[in-house]
């Protein structure tokens, strides 16, 4: 054992100020919907995009800001995804290293 925290520890110690204003929203729920891949999914680590019937559900409250599910929805699906930062103060606070 190397006494090293596990990344769901790691990510446990971090911080979230939500704002009662979504930074990830969809342009067009019907573009999302018909997308094939789906790319958002699997490349988000926080687990922030669900889908619930034909409808995708975006919990941002536990969004990373990695930038990575705008990048794969924007080459790889059908462009819906929009995301900006939150405002400032809010958003993730990463606390341990």
């Not at 925290?5 to 990510?11: D, F, I, M, Y």
């Not at 409808?55 to 599910?69: H, N, P, Q």
Request: glycine share 8%; charged share 20%; with cysteine.
């Amino acid at each position: 054992m190397s006494g090293r925290p596990s990344v769901a520890e790691r990510l446990g110690a971090d911080a979230f100020d939500t704002d009662a204003t979504p930074h990830l929203t969809l342009s067009d729920a019907k573009l999302c919907a018909t997308c094939a891949l789906r790319p958002c999914i699997p490349v988000c680590p926080a687990e922030v995009y669900h889908w619930e019937g034909e409808r995708l559900r975006i919990s941002y409250e536990s969004c990373l800001e990695t930038g990575a599910c705008r990048v794969a929805c924007q080459t790889l699906g059908n462009r819906a995804l929009l995301w900006t930062y939150p405002r400032s103060g809010h958003g993730v606070q990463y606390r341990f290293g």
